[in-house]
């Protein structure tokens, strides 16, 4: 009898660990977790989808609703009215905020910090460490708490996977979104009229056959600094990425950051924070640009998410299967209450 309990507890964490497995490979490393991440969240968009204003912004886009902190209520009132000038608006309240998390040129680029608003703020500024999502995510914070439209735009280098994110701020005065990239340090313009471009601007002109560099200029947000060996390798790098672009359908980055579930998931593991937020709707949905894409990587994405199902699907059948294995095998001998 004791051997037949032993032999089912062992089939059991055999039927419940080979699922696990499983579904662990699929997250598993870091870049194929991103891939589910937006397998879950993903559609495809119009290109009308992605050219309000915000006066007409859609309605299933999620725009922030709880309040600011406190550390990012003063870091936008000081960028907004800075002692020695003007108010600060539209393009130039944008480059405030990315040169305030530039600070000085050397950050210790490739460590991801993963955490809260006020605590991956706080690292970006006195650690000066942190990648393209963590920028992107305290500029969106900033750019709220000041009252500037920003949104966030990714690109891609495989299935909608690992890539690079960045911002876009709305000037008001140009009437136009202006992309700003934090991370990177710059933004583009068109060469003959130094018009500052959108992130769809840069999209057509970088795609288009023949020199980029006809099309669209660089500009470096802090002078002399940029980390690609020349410029036109940064035009090489976007536009490599650009038929996998999509735009995060929010800006509620405050929502999410003071959410208790999405708190409280964090404690346990990123992948699991992340979830919750799908779970709970907060995390929003990713909407790819349908001009110039890559469909086949948008295809294997499609994969992904039904590989995902799938692994989950069956590591559930078999907690349950197995699990009640376990307690048939177990359950005469605990002590009786």
Known sequence: ???????????????????????????????????????????????????????????????????????????ANALVHPPEGPTRQGLELGLAIARHLQGEPGRNLGFPIQSGLDETYKAIISDRRGYCADFTFVFSGIAVAANLPVRTWSISFESFGAGHAF??????????????????????????NKSPLSVLEVHQRLLEP????????????????????????????????????????????????????????AHISRH????????????????VYPEAVSFRDFAALDRV???FWLAAASLAISCAVFGAMLYGAWSRSWPKA
Not at 172 to 180: I, P, S
Not at 242 to 261: E, H, I
């Open 1 to 75: 009898m004791t051997n037949s309990r032993w032999f089912r507890t062992l089939a059991a964490c055999l039927g419940i660990s080979i699922p696990g497995l499983w579904l662990l490979s699929v997250v598993t490393p870091g870049e194929e977790a991103v891939k589910v991440r937006n397998a879950l969240v993903v559609e495809m968009g119009r290109v009308q989808d992605f050219t309000w204003s915000p006066t007409e912004t859609p309605p299933d886009f999620r725009v922030n609703r709880a309040l600011p902190s406190a550390a990012y209520a003063r870091t």
């Open 167 to 192: 911002n876009e701020i709305y000037d008001r005065q140009l009437g136009k979104w202006v992309l700003v990239d934090s991370y990177h340090g710059l933004f583009f313009v068109d060469p003959q």
């Open 210 to 265: 023949g020199d980029a560099r006809r099309g669209l200029a660089l500009v470096r947000i802090i002078e002399g600094w940029l980390p690609f060996r020349s410029e036109q390798a940064a035009l090489d790098y976007y536009r490599h990425g650009m038929p996998q672009l999509a735009m995060s359908w929010g800006s509620n980055v405050f929502d999410y950051d003071q959410s208790k579930v999405i708190r409280a998931a």
């Open 305 to 307: 998410r039904t590989r």
């Open 272 to 287: 699991l924070e992340r979830a919750a937020g799908i779970a709970t709707g907060v995390y929003p949905k990713l909407v």
